[in-house]
């Protein structure tokens, strides 16, 4: 209980005994994994995911903080990938990924920046740098069209976007009467 506030934090992929088995494969810089299967991997992590960890805090009136979720595959899949949107919007369809956030933090930073200041390569983030730049641009494709995103600067000091991050969730947290 922080601040009198519930709170959960969870991840995707990994929030689950299973998510975690599934995050080891996907993340694994040996692993040859194509787009679908990429997909796949994903959306199986996200069905645990909603039932286990999302649906059963939420029903119990807790916050839940999830790093990524459903924008990150339109993002990594549809945009990285360049998977077709049609077939990504009828994936998302299914009542179990019905579930919106009331608020997405977007940690808008250059693809070439970001990579410098990783210390360990995973599969994904070995990708070409114009992967990553397909992803930005997807990110901020979505963020343009979507109320309930709030891009931050992630080239800013770390405590700075600390505080924009603080700021807007209890501003959000007061206009829900929370």
Do not use: C, W
Not at 59 to 74: A, C, M, Q
Not at 88 to 108: G, Q, R, V, W, Y
Not at 160 to 168: C, D, L, S, V
């Amino acid at each position: 209980m922080k601040n009198g506030y519930d709170v959960i934090s969870t991840r995707e992929p990994g929030g689950t005994e299973i998510g975690k088995k599934i995050r080891r494969i996907l993340l694994e810089p040996s692993n040859k994994i194509t787009s679908y299967a990429e997909l796949f991997l994903l959306l199986a992590d996200r069905a645990q995911h909603i039932e286990d960890i999302i649906l059963k805090n939420l029903n119990e009136g807790k916050i839940v903080l999830s790093d990524r979720f459903f924008d990150s595959t339109i993002a990594y899949q549809g945009g990285g990938r360049m998977i077709k949107e049609d077939v990504l919007k009828k994936i998302m369809e299914f009542d179990i990924f019905s579930i919106k956030p009331d608020l997405t933090f977007l940690l808008d930073i250059p693809p070439e920046v970001s990579l410098k200041r990783l210390k360990k390569i995973d599969r994904i983030e070995s990708q070409e740098i114009e992967f990553h730049r397909r992803v930005r641009e997807r990110y901020r494709k979505i963020a343009e069209s979507e109320p309930r995103f709030y891009m931050i600067d992630a080239t800013d000091d770390v405590k700075n976007i600390h505080n924009k991050i603080k700021e807007k969730t209890m501003e959000i947290l007061r206009r829900n009467n929370l």
